[in-house]
């Protein structure tokens, strides 16, 4: 008899992780997971308004996966003087409107310092 004791005992526990290991999985793979630090609500920067725009540049990235990420990405960015950033995490970009002209291996250290990965950014003139 306490054997069987025991081993419903163990099955509860086991049941009881399995439960909380799914339901954290489903809320990271919803965004609302602390993947990388997250999990609470981010304060975004807000864009700055600039005075001129004189250029624009799509940022490709890599290795966002949640709204903590994107925040991450669009706060990083949008503290850099002269730039105004938004990010779409869903589609891995951004899009940075530039005052005056930044080279392009600032926007990216920028980003790969924070441990995402640079795929691409391609400019183009307003």
Not at 6 to 19: D, E, G, K, P, R
Not at 89 to 110: C, F, H, P, R, T
């Amino acid at each position: 008899m306490g054997s069987a004791i025991s081993n419903v005992v163990i099955m509860i526990i086991i049941t009881l992780i399995l439960f909380f290991a799914v339901k954290s999985s489903i809320a990271h793979f919803k965004g609302q997971g602390s993947c990388c630090g997250g999990g609470g609500k981010d304060v975004l920067t807000k864009p700055k308004k600039l005075g001129s725009i004189s250029g624009v540049k799509t940022v490709r990235i890599d290795g966002m996966h949640c709204e903590h990420c994107y925040a991450r990405v669009h706060n990083v960015l949008n503290s850099m003087e002269g730039i105004s950033a938004k990010v779409n995490g869903k589609k891995g970009i951004a899009i940075v409107q530039l005052e005056k002209e930044i080279e392009d291996q600032a926007l990216s250290d920028a980003i790969t310092n924070l441990g995402y990965t640079v795929l691409s950014i391609q400019s183009e003139k307003e």
